[in-house]
C-alpha cells in the first residue's frame, strides 16, 4: 500500500523534532550559558543526527526565575544569548540543512519585568494597566482564595498597595488576563513576527490555561474539579472558550505558505485534546501519555492504540515523547524500580526529591530507553527527542543545593528538586572544561561521570547510544509513511506490529526471550540471542 507523499504543509505530521533547551546545549562565549551561536555551531550535528526540526525552548529576554518561561520581551532575544541577527544566521542555517525550526510561545503568563506588569505595577487598582492582568482585592490580610500555585505556595501574590496577583507558576510569572483585547492582539503580532522571521511552527506553552472563570465568590481548592473530569468546568483550566483563541491563531498561522505548525502543551484528558489538535485550532498536541507509563506492555498497547484512534477522528497526527525539559530523563526511570500504581517511573517532573532517591540501575535504564525509543520512532506521527537522550544521558541527581535554579524547588521549600537535573548543559567532549560545552563553565554543574556519555565518546562507536538514534532516525526517513500500524498480537508482554511497506517493530516487555518473526532484520536495540530477542529490547525486520 502506499501513502500519499505529505506536502510541505504536512511536514510536522510525521517529523522528528528535535528539542533544544538553548542555555544548555552550546556555549560559544564562554559564559557558561548556552547561546544562538552555540546552537549554529552544531548544526553539523544536528545534520548527522537527521532530525526533521528543532524545537527551541525560549531564548527571550528574561530574569530566569522559571528558566526562560518568564518571558520580558516576547520579540527579542536575551542579549546573553545573542540578537536576532544571529537568530536569522540560525534559522537560515537550519533552512539551508532542511531543518524546519519550532520556537516556544509562552501566552499564559509574561514575566514581571514585562512592561505591561511594570506598568501594573505603577497605575492604581482599578485602572487599564492593572486589567492586562488578574488583580483582585484580598480577604482582609489574606488572598484572594486559598488556590496553590502549580511550583507550590500561594497562586496570589500581593503588590505594595495590598491588592493581589494570580500566578499559576513563580510569582514573577504574572498570568495575563486573556479576556483583555490588547493581550489577543499583542500575541498575534507576536506569531506574525517570528513567522515573518521564517519560523516554521509554534509550541505553545500551558495552552490550557489561558481563558479562566474568575467569577466570584471563587472556589475553594478543595471543591475544585479534578483535571482527569474537568470537562470544560473547571474555572482555570482546559475551558471551552480557550478556543476562540486558538482559531484567531489559525487564521494568522494560516497567511503562511506553507501554513506555520503549531502544537500544544495542554495536560487535558486524552478525550479533550483533540480539541487543540483541530485544523482550525492549533493543529497538533503533545501527548504526555507514553511519558506516564511505565515500562509496562499494556499500558504502551493501550496508549498507542487511544492516541493513533484521537489523531485518526481529528485529522490530526500523534505526537510522541519521553522527555523534555520537566521531566527525569527517561533514561533514568526507566531504571528506578518499577511501582505498579505509578510513582517513580510515571515521568512527573519533580519526583527526585531531596533524600528519597531510589537507587538508580544505569544499566538497566539505558537498555529500556534504547528499546522505547525504536519503539517509538516506529510509530506513525510526530517524535518529540530532548537534547541529550540521544547520548542515553542520565538525569543528575546530584546538583548542590546552591546550583538550583529550578522556582520549583525553591517554592516547595526544597521538598521538590525540581528539574534542573535533566537542564545540566550536555557534555560534547570526554573531558576539559564543561566537556566541551563551551570555553568557560556550566550553568549547572557538570558532573565527572558525563563525559563517558559524551559526543566524542559515542561517534563512530557501532554499539553507542548515539549511533543507534542515526541509524534508527536514516532507517525510519526511508520507511515512514502514513498513519497507518497493525498489530500482530501473540505472547502478552511482546508489542510487535507491521506499518505499511512490511516494516515491524517488536519490544519484548518481559523477561525471558522470545522468538522473531521470519523477516530480516534491520536494527536492535541490543544484540540479538541467535533468532531471538532479549528482554527490554526492540528490533525493526522487514
Ligand atoms: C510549561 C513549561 C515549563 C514551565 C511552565 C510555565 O509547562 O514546559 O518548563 O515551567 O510551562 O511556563
Given amino acids: ?66 528558566g526562560g518561561y518568564d518571558v520580558d520581551d516576547y520579540r527579542n532575544v536575551d542579549p546573553r544569548l545573542g540578537t536576532l541577527d544571529d537568530f536569522g544566521q540560525l534559522v537560515e542555517a537550519l533552512h539551508a540543512a532542511n ?65 493581589w496577583y494570580l500566578h499559576l507558576f513563580a510569582a514573577e510569572q504574572p498570568d495575563l488576563n486573556w479576556a483583555h483585547p490588547e493581550v489577543r492582539d499583542d500575541f498575534l503580532t507576536t506569531l506574525r513576527f517570528w513567522s515573518d ?57 494560516n497567511e503562511y505558505d506553507p501554513p506555520r505548525s503549531a502544537v500544544a502543551e495542554a495536560f487535558v484528558p486524552a ?61 533514568t526511570r526507566y531504571g528506578l524500580p518499577n511501582d505498579p500504581t505509578g510513582g517513580w517511573q510515571d515521568g512527573k517532573a519533580w519526583l527526585l526529591s531531596n533524600g528519597t532517591e531510589p537507587t538508580v540501575d544505569v544499566e538497566l535504564g539505558l537498555r ?27 538525569e543528575v541527581g546530584e546538583l548542590p543545593a546552591a546550583n538550583l535554579q529550578d522556582p520549583a524547588y525553591f517554592r516547595s521549600k526544597g521538598a521538590e528538586k525540581g528539574r534542573d537535573g535533566c537542564r545540566v548543559p550536555i557534555p560534547w567532549t570526554v573531558g576539559g572544561l564543561s566537556f566541551g560545552f563551551g570555553t568557560g563553565g556550566s550553568h549547572l554543574l557538570q558532573p565527572k561521570w558525563f563525559g563517558q ?27 515512514q509513511t502514513a498513519n497507518e500500524l497493525t498489530w500482530n498480537d501473540g505472547v502478552d508482554w511482546v508489542l510487535h506490529f507491521t506499518r505499511p511497506g512490511g516494516w515491524q517493530s517488536i519490544t519484548n516487555f518481559g523477561e525471558a526471550p522470545v522468538e522473531l518473526p521470519d523477516a530480516a532484520v534491520v536494527l536492535s536495540s541490543s544484540p540479538l540471542e541467535g533468532a531471538k530477542l532479549p528482554a527490554d529490547t526492540t528490533a525493526w525486520l522487514i
Fill in 99 to 163: 531543518i524546519k525550526l519550532i520556537v516556544d510561545i509562552v501566552p499564559n503568563h509574561t514575566s514581571d519585568r514585562h512592561v505591561w506588569f511594570q506598568e501594573a505595577l505603577e497605575a492604581q487598582p482599578g485602572t487599564p494597566a492593572r486589567d492586562r492582568y488578574i488583580f483582585r482585592d484580598g480577604e482582609g490580610d489574606q488572598p484572594p482564595s486559598d488556590w496553590d500555585s502549580i511550583f507550590g505556595g500561594s497562586a496570589w501574590a500581593q503588590t505594595p498597595d495590598g491588592q
Fill in 1 to 66: 500500500m502506499t501513502s500519499p507523499q505529505p506536502t510541505d504543509a504536512d511536514w510536522w505530521r510525521q517529523a522528528v523534532v528535535y528539542q533544544i533547551y538553548p542555555r544548555s546545549f552550546a556555549d560559544s562565549d564562554g559564559d557558561g550559558v548556552g547561546d544562538l551561536q552555540g546552537i549554529l555551531s552544531r548544526v553539523p550535528y544536528l545534520i548527522d543526527l537527521g532530525i526533521d526540526a528543532v524545537w527551541l525552548s525560549p531564548f527571550y529576554p528574561s530574569a530566569l526565575a522559571d
Fill in 453 to 479: 556519555y559524551s559526543v566524542e565518546a559515542q561517534d563512530g562507536v557501532a554499539e553507542s547510544t548515539l549511533s543507534l538514534y542515526r541509524k534508527a532516525l536514516a532507517v525510519r526517513r526511508g520507511l
Fill in 271 to 331: 478525550a479533550r485534546r483533540a480539541r487543540y489538535a483541530s485544523a482550525d485550532g492549533l493543529g497538533q498536541a503533545f501527548n504526555f501519555d507514553l511519558l506516564q507509563a511505565n515500562w509496562d506492555y499494556a499500558k504502551f498497547r493501550r496508549v498507542i492504540e487511544e492516541n493513533l484512534a484521537l489523531a485518526d477522528q481529528n485529522g490530526s497526527s500523534s505526537t510522541w515523547v519521553f522527555s523534555n525539559h520537566d521531566v527525569v530523563r527517561h533514561a
Fill in 197 to 253: 522571521r521564517g519560523v516554521d511552527g509554534f509550541r505553545v506553552d500551558v495552552a490550557h490555561a489561558l481563558v479562566k472563570d474568575l467569577t466570584e465568590p471563587f472556589k475553594s481548592k478543595t471543591e475544585l474539579p479534578r483535571m482527569s473530569e474537568s470537562n470544560g468546568v473547571h474555572p482555570l483550566f482546559d475551558r471551552d472558550e480557550v478556543h476562540e483563541i486558538y482559531r484567531d491563531w489559525r487564521k494568522v498561522l
Fill in 368 to 394: 529500556r530507553a534504547r528499546a522505547a525509543i525504536m519503539l517509538m520512532l516506529a510509530l506513525p506521527g510526530s517524535a518529540y527527542l530532548y537534547q541529550g537522550e540521544e547520548l542515553g544521558l542520565q
